[in-house]
């Protein structure tokens, strides 16, 4: 049974950074798209970023090009989301999701993924 567990969350000021952490257990990360979303009060979820874990190849919403970067450690089979020069727009709950299937390949819909976890919470206020 696949899971996740999300952290790394909290508040900052504009400007700052966090670093999102997503543990993983019940398989192993190889081969799988993995994404992170955010759904911020009143609004529906937004696909943020996805990794194909073995290749480490990455895509990115382009509201978060060049700030968001997001990155995989098999060894401990936690994916990641390092967020620089935060902005108000990014405040919302930050969840990690995987795709039902080895091979799939990474969407920004959020219907595509079949495994979630219960989110972080990401606050950027001033």
């Known amino acids: 049974q696949a899971q996740f567990v999300e952290s790394g969350g909290g508040s900052v000021q504009p400007g700052g950074s966090l670093r999102l952490s997503c543990v993983a257990s019940?398989?192993?990360?190889?081969?799988?798209?993995i994404a992170w979303f955010r759904q911020a009060p009143g609004k529906e979820r937004e696909w943020v970023s996805c990794i194909i874990s073995r290749g480490e190849r990455t895509t990115y919403a382009d509201s978060v090009k060049g700030r968001f970067t997001m990155s995989r450690d098999n060894a401990d089979n936690t994916m990641y989301l390092q967020m620089n020069t935060l902005n108000p727009e990014d405040t919302g709950v930050y969840y990690c999701?995987?795709?039902?299937?080895?091979?799939?390949?990474?969407?920004?819909?959020?219907?595509?993924?079949?495994?979630w976890g219960v989110g972080t919470q990401v606050t950027v206020s001033s």
């Open positions: 999701a995987r795709r039902p299937t080895r091979y799939l390949g990474c969407v920004s819909a959020d219907a595509s993924y079949t495994s």
């Open positions: 019940g398989f192993t990360l190889d081969n799988y798209a």
